[in-house]
């Protein structure tokens, strides 16, 4: 995937517009599906009511693993808006491709490292932030930091960036390597004519099948993950 990224300056800030335009559309896609799910709310559940409540149960599910209920609860929609927006962007490369030229417009929004290392560095520091507002500004620190040892001290610090990396890199490394090799198979078919074309097509369709589990399991390690580093910041060692 050697695409071009067009670049714009907003106050001198520099945005990738294929970036930028792949996660609004992704956003805009979770917006739509949930209000048109949570229409006609009824007492008795049927079709999509009951695919919104399950999709609800399953994120409320991941924070009561990792938080107990007095202080998961206020979690429960942060989870469910993650596993939402990223699961729909791991899949939009696979719906929709939009290329210009040599630059790409339209993507998985997930496949871009920006993406990942914004979203899991909006979420850390949110963790962070929470534990502050929980034991306060020296307790916090102790909590995290100096917990169970103060010889820990180096170790713990280490690890906040560690664990920043490891969860934007495992999301980042498994959707774009499924959109590199979906590319590649597009080389290949195209390679040939009509003796590489057909081959090609099943090949595609398997990868594409199997691109969309992946998808579903990276958006549940990403929130698991994130609710495991939320919990460590808010409740006690």
């Known amino acids: 995937m050697n695409e071009e990224a067009l670049v714009v300056k907003l106050f001198g800030i520099p945005f990738n517009v294929g970036n930028v335009l792949s996660g609004l559309i992704a956003a805009i896609i979770v917006f739509a599906v949930v209000y048109w799910f949570s229409r006609d709310v009824q007492l008795k559940p049927t079709g999509k009511q009951n695919a919104l409540e399950y999709l609800i149960d399953f994120t409320n599910g991941i ?17 469910f808006t993650l596993f939402m927006f990223i699961f729909v962007s791991n899949q939009l490369g696979l719906m929709i491709e939009f290329i210009v030229g040599d630059i790409t417009y339209i993507k998985s929004p997930t496949s871009s490292v920006v993406t990942t290392l914004s979203l899991a560095f909006m979420v850390l520091v949110l963790s962070h932030a929470m534990g502050v507002k929980r034991f306060g500004f020296f307790g916090y ?25 490891t ?21 290949f078919a195209k390679s040939k004519g009509i003796m590489t074309v057909i081959p090609a097509i ?13 998808g579903a399991i990276q958006a549940y390690v990403f929130v698991t993950l994130i609710m495991v580093y939320v919990s460590q910041k ?3 060692e």
């Open 63 to 79: 924070v009561k693993n990792a938080l107990p209920d007095s202080e998961g609860r206020q979690f429960r929609l942060l989870a």
């Open 202 to 214: 099943p090949l595609e369709m398997i990868w594409q099948g199997f691109s969309v589990f992946i």
């Open 167 to 187: 969860v934007a890199l495992r999301l980042y490394g498994n959707i774009f390597s499924g959109e590199v090799l979906l590319t590649t198979i597009g080389a």
């Open 141 to 165: 620190l102790k909590n995290s930091y100096i917990n169970p040892n103060p010889i820990m001290l180096p170790i713990n610090i280490l690890e906040q960036f560690t664990n920043f990396l």
């Open 234 to 236: 808010v409740e006690k």
